[in-house]
Nanobody, 122 residues
Framework: QLQLVESGGGLVQSGGSLRLSCAAS???????IGWFRQAPGKEREGVGC????????NYADSVKGRFTIAKDNAKNTVYLQMDSLKPEDTAVYYC????????????????WGQGTQVTVSS
């Protein structure tokens, strides 16, 4: 059973940066790790994803150019670097894992972290 633990959320001013971490309980070489977020009253949406074996990433249009996903193989950890944050980025952020390939829909992910709150003040 794969377990994921997010950390790094907090309160930041508009234009600021935060780095979220998603630590996995075991080797995730065969997995894709996705980042999702859910704002109050809204559906959960995809932020981006990394295919762990290749390091290939993709991003939602709303965060492209501002957010970067990276991995640390030695630590079994995936990071979400968030720059130029906007108030509309305020949400609970989740990482999730599924075997092999990234998917846009959150329905295809089997393992989820507990979420971490990100609040961007204007």
């Amino acid at each position: 059973q794969l377990q994921l633990v997010e950390s790094g959320g907090g309160l930041v001013q508009s234009g600021g940066s935060l780095r979220l971490s998603c630590a996995a309980s075991k080797d995730t070489l065969n997995y894709a790790i996705g980042w999702f977020r859910q704002a109050p009253g809204k559906e959960r949406e995809g932020v981006g994803c990394i295919k762990y074996s290749s390091g290939r990433t993709n991003y939602a249009d709303s965060v492209k150019g501002r957010f970067t996903i990276a991995k640390d193989n030695a630590k079994n950890t995936v990071y979400l670097q968030m720059d130029s944050l906007k108030p509309e980025d305020t949400a609970v952020y989740y990482c999730a894992a599924r075997l092999w390939y990234c998917m846009t829909s959150d329905k295809g992910y089997d393992y989820w972290g507990q979420g971490t709150q990100v609040t961007v003040s204007s």
